[in-house]
């Protein structure tokens, strides 16, 4: 059983969802190959609701900097809102395309979230780098939430925030719970759930998924759906040393 006195609670009133917790993102032909890893290796009985972009529109959705979520790109948070309409009174899992699950991970996702509305993946905390710009560390490439109408009104807060300020819909989605802390109630994934730049030898076989950091990847010459196979294989104690070739602990 999870130690769960770190979550924050708030009783919702409808406790009435649908069994299948369908997972949901956005992506491009070139994270096709990264996707098809996500869906084949997944060990829950998920449904899969992707939506495709092509690598057109996301470039127009791009700007000038560096991060591609800067500059009020608002696709992300339109499509959160759009599916928790379609979903409505269930359970959504948004999930960046470059997520490998490995292992079981929906029964302690339904644990974690409780009577809550979301929870989400804990970002890093470094102030000196200006990409994360996340001061309550909330990380919304993996968030599950419950669709009803405080998640709703959050995402919407959220995308009308991000447009007005030219901004990044990640540091919105950290401010909107600074400014009004009561929109919904919520709590940070534990340490099991880790950013792929977070994973190494000592942990990566207590994780329950790994996210395709582009950092560590290209640290080691590697594409991002080769780099999430080789992370899935030292998962399972199918390949016993790390990418430096030092044995797994």
């Known amino acids: 059983m999870l130690d769960l006195k770190h ?3 708030k009783p919702t009133k409808n406790k009435t969802y649908d069994d299948i917790i369908t997972v949901t993102g956005i992506f491009t032909e070139n994270y096709r190959s990264v ?3 996500q869906k084949k290796y997944c060990k829950d009985n998920y449904r899969f609701d992707y939506r495709f972009i092509t690598d057109e529109e996301w470039a127009k959705a791009k700007t000038s900097n560096e991060f591609a979520f800067y500059g009020g790109n608002t696709i992300k948070t339109q499509l ?4 928790i309409k379609e979903y409505w009174g269930q359970l959504l899992l948004v999930c960046d395309a470059d ?5 079981r991970t929906e029964d302690i996702l339904r644990e974690l979230l409780g009577e809550q509305d979301m929870v989400f993946l804990r970002e890093r905390g470094d102030s000196n780098n200006p990409f994360e710009k ?16 405080r998640s709703l009104r959050y995402w919407e807060l959220v995308q009308e925030r991000t447009k007005s300020k030219h901004g990044w819909d990640q540091e919105e989605a950290n401010l909107v719970l600074i400014d009004e802390p ?3 109630s919520w709590s940070l994934l534990p340490k099991v759930f880790l950013n792929g730049g977070d994973i190494n030898k000592s942990n990566v076989r207590q994780q329950f998924i790994c996210t395709g950091c582009g950092t560590v990847a290209k640290r080691n010459k590697l594409e991002k759906d080769e780099y999430l196979n080789q992370i899935r294989l030292m998962a399972i104690g199918e390949r016993n040393t790390w990418f430096d070739g030092k044995p797994i602990e």
Not at 99 to 103: E, I, R, T
Not at 135 to 146: A, D, K, S, Y
């Open 99 to 103: 997520v490998v699950f490995l292992k």
């Open 134 to 149: 996340t001061p309550l560390n909330i990380n919304i490439g993996f968030v599950l939430m419950r669709c009803n109408e």
């Open 182 to 184: 009561d929109i919904i």
């Open 7 to 9: 979550l924050r609670t």
């Open 80 to 83: 959160v809102i759009d599916k």
């Open 35 to 37: 996707v098809d890893i």
